[in-house]
């Protein structure tokens, strides 16, 4: 199915998307239409524009090839699926994501990846291209961040405060220091070639939806961010 959508309100786009009968659909000349795949299961979205907030939210299976750039907000609550950004994303990508994945070829916004949670076998992978702002990962209680910082120098591809409030999950970046603001709750280390095999098949993917070389972007130095099991902070958020 294909939906020009450039004379179309977000709620009547929405309501072509969910009715059709169709598998794979593509949206052309998509401008700042909210809720996209929000709740979606068992479908293929295509899309080539510039989508509003909250694309993919609270998706639940499907998939989104977006050839532009995201608004905020970007897999909100997402369960399962992924979404294939070919472009930059915006503030909140990943919030609160319980499952799935969101591949950013670019930079993303500040407070990406918060409050990102797993159970089981379900766990949330974001993966950046490039650099992401303030708070990446804040109050981080499960799944992966990886950011790739292609095209960047040594320096920490983050803004400031990055894992604050975190208490699950790992952080990736490609660097060859750690920020300097790293919170007392947060611990580091140089990532080395066991640690970095839970991220490379998810960098892999990547690779492959942005024609780029998988093991190239594996051979260079990462640091790995955890949260300080012995740190009180963690006592907040989980039962002892």
């Known amino acids: 199915m294909q939906i020009e959508a450039d004379n179309l309100d977000y709620q009547t786009l929405n ?25 979606l299961s ?20 499907a ?6 750039n995201a608004q905020e907000a970007t897999g909100d609550t997402m369960n399962a699926g992924e979404i294939y950004i070919h472009g930059l994303a915006g503030d ?15 930079d993303i916004g500040y407070r990406a990846g918060i409050h990102m949670k797993e159970y089981e076998d379900k766990v949330p992978v974001l993966v950046v291209g490039g650099k992401a702002g303030s708070f990446l ?25 990055c894992g604050t409030g975190m208490h699950g999950g790992k952080i990736f970046l490609c660097c060859e220091h750690p920020p300097k603001d790293l919170p007392e709750q947060v611990c580091w280390k140089k990532a080395k070639a066991a640690d970095l095999e839970v991220i490379k098949p998810y960098v ?14 594996l051979d260079r130095p990462f640091i790995l961010l955890t949260p300080n099991s012995a740190s ?9």
């Not at 998307?17 to 809720?35: A, F, H, K």
């Not at 909140?92 to 994945?101: S, V, W």
């Not at 892999?204 to 972007?217: G, H, R, S, V, Y």
Request: glycine share 16%; hydrophobic share 35%.
């Open 42 to 61: 068992g479908k293929n979205l295509t899309i080539y524009g510039v989508p509003g907030n909250a694309l993919g939210a609270y998706m639940d299976g």
């Open 15 to 39: 309501q072509m998307i969910r009715e059709s009968e169709d598998t794979d659909i593509t949206i052309q000349n998509c401008l700042g239409q909210r809720y996209i795949g929000a709740g």
């Open 232 to 240: 009180p902070y963690k006592q907040l958020y989980t039962a002892v």
């Open 204 to 217: 892999q993917k990547f690779a492959d939806a942005f024609q780029m070389d998988a093991e190239a972007l």
């Open 137 to 161: 990962g804040e109050y981080q209680a499960g799944g992966l961040i990886v950011v790739l910082n292609i095209g960047g120098d040594e320096e920490p591809p983050v803004g400031y405060f």
């Open 63 to 68: 998939s989104i090839q977006l050839y532009g």
């Open 92 to 106: 909140a990508t990943g919030y609160a994501m319980r499952g799935g994945e969101v591949y950013v070829q670019g």
